[in-house]
């Protein structure tokens, strides 16, 4: 499986929710998509997807163009929150509905995972929770197994468990059955274990495309007294650096591949390890972060 | 290492077909429920009128499946408005197909569904010379009553839901693809209209689908259903949804 971006740019309007992405992802492998609101994550899976066109550059799927493609449309699944199903249809009849359409979906897993998370299949797909119902889209992704799965923004409305219990459900049929799954999200908590790719997008650009661990490698968070935090700082490149308690501070900062940090722990500071989630929120952050929006805008008062 | 699925068009159709007959029963429901409503209608009659000289008193009650016919083309111009528009595309997309596999599901859908309502417009009609036979009232037979007239009845009852349907489909299509062009469209008929004159553009659509005998009726009608359904595949190969 192979997803192809090549100058991708597409356009609500006035407003580029892509700008020339081009980005190539290959290999049955688990990748995330991440990036703040607004960044594009939606939209690229729904370009990759086929329910949007570009309105400039090309896609490529299966050799396809995916917009109008059969091919493309009968071996990918999009699971987000505003997938519609047969509103007469209770969601055992979906069950059923989707078993003819994708000849790889797994109706008894479907079931067994419905039954386990007290999803009643004699419901109505529009009766159940916002949780629920993305617990029931998540199940019908994960039960489809087409050789590209998408999930975006998956666990939202979610409880602790049924999360967990989804993403070890995702990684167990990846290991069964390997494809391409495609996770987009910001709020990754549980997630980021799974990548073995990650997609960064801002703005609408492609800020950052490789390995998940050599990315995370990459940052380091410093904290410690305030003034030895700053010195040290000034040594590498600063994403965010803000106080914790009066007079400590802490910092996150990006380490080129292959440098060597020596921290001086009798000085009292300490090094630990960044999670994805903060390291892509610290790359993407505008400069100052929140902290001088609100000191700017309460000046002088 | 995942398998690849090759999908027939064939088989996408029918699935639309089947997911339509299904998952839209409100379409099929909606059908019964006005001619269930059209039935009753008849039943009791219409269209009457009673005078009296002092001794004796005439009421007149002409019952007649008028109603079911006027129901059965009124369900032919709003159900395809729901099936060509944006949620039913929503749903559609979270199944595997194309615009046109759709496009082309949904058309065979409407027509058969076509069919059974004008049979059973066809059969109302039949029966509703009974209907003034059960209150035990003097009855004067209308005229026709022969197969040939029943059959007639069905081929042209056929042709214009199916026209409706196939030109109200067409519409939600273009409504719900781009709203600019739909106005648009609109407003170039209505431009037409008057440049023509109503009555000229009515005679010359009546000329050619409303002329002649039931089959060719029949005919006409199709071809220009075929036509709008093929607009609405051709309008809708560019449709968007948004999640």
């Known amino acids: ?301 | 290492m995942s398998t690849l699925t090759q999908p027939t068009a064939g088989n996408a159709v029918r699935n639309q077909f089947l997911r339509n007959l299904y998952g839209r029963s409100g379409i099929l429901g909606s059908l019964l429920a006005l001619q269930v409503i059209g039935i009753t209608l008849s039943f009791f009659g219409g269209s009457g009128f009673g005078t009296s000289d002092g001794q004796i008193t005439i009421n007149v009650v002409d019952y007649s499946a008028n109603p079911v016919i006027g129901l059965t083309l009124l369900w032919a111009i709003i159900s395809p408005l729901y099936l060509s528009g944006r949620d039913s595309l929503k749903t559609d997309l979270t199944f595997p197909g194309s615009r046109t596999t759709r496009h082309t599901g949904n058309a065979l859908y409407l027509t058969a569904l076509v069919l059974a309502g004008s049979l059973v417009a066809t059969l109302a009609n039949m029966t509703s010379i009974l209907f003034a036979v059960i209150p035990d009232h003097p009855l004067i037979l209308p005229a026709g009553g022969s197969t040939s007239h029943y059959v007639s009845l069905f081929a042209v009852l056929t042709g214009y839901c199916l026209l409706l349907a196939a030109a109200s489909y067409f519409a939600g299509t273009l409504f719900s693809v781009s709203r600019i062009a739909a106005f648009a469209l609109l407003a170039l008929v209505l431009v037409f209209l008057r440049v023509t004159a109503v009555n000229e553009l009515v005679a010359a659509i009546a000329r050619f689908s409303g002329d002649g005998p039931a089959s060719m009726i029949l005919l006409r009608c199709f071809l220009l259903s075929a036509f709008f359904f093929l607009a609405a595949i051709v309008a809708g190969s560019r449709q968007e949804v948004r999640a």
Do not use: C, W
């Open chain 1, 1 to 301: 499986m192979e997803v192809d971006f090549r100058n991708v740019t597409k356009k609500y309007g006035r407003t580029e929710a892509l700008r020339e992405l081009t980005l190539n992802l290959a290999g049955d492998k688990i990748i995330g998509i991440l990036g703040r609101n607004g960044a594009g994550k939606s939209s690229a899976l729904q370009i990759a997807a086929g329910h949007l066109k570009p309105s400039a550059g090309d896609v490529s799927m299966l050799g396809e163009n995916p917009f109008n493609s059969l091919l493309v449309s009968a071996n990918t699944i999009l699971v987000h929150e505003g997938m519609a199903f047969p509103p007469a249809l209770r969601l055992r009849a979906i069950l059923a509905e989707l078993e003819r359409a994708y000849p790889a979906f797994d109706k008894k897993l479907a079931k067994s995972l419905l039954d386990h998370f007290g999803i009643p299949d004699h419901a109505f797909h529009i009766q159940l929770s916002k949780g629920m119902k993305n617990t029931f889209n998540m199940v019908a992704g994960i039960a489809a197994r087409t050789p590209l799965t998408m999930f975006d923004e998956p666990l939202n409305g979610m409880d602790a468990g049924v999360r967990s219990d989804l993403l070890k459900v995702l990684l167990k049929e990846y290991i069964a059955h390997p494809r391409m799954i495609l996770l987009s999200g910001h709020q990754l908590e549980g997630m980021e274990e799974l990548f073995e790719e990650v997609v960064i997008l801002h703005h609408g650009r492609l800020l950052h495309h490789g390995n998940a661990d050599e990315f995370k490698e990459g940052f380091v968070r410093i904290s410690g007294p305030e003034s030895e935090v700053r010195r040290a700082a000034s040594e590498v490149q600063v994403l965010e650096l803000h106080e914790t308690l009066p007079g400590m501070a802490e910092a996150i900062i990006m380490v080129r591949p292959g440098t060597t940090l020596f921290m001086n722990e009798g000085l009292g500071l300490k090094s630990t390890s960044v999670s994805l989630g903060d390291a892509y929120v610290a790359m993407t952050r505008k400069k100052g972060g929140i902290d001088r929006v609100y000191a700017d805008a309460t000046d002088g008062r």
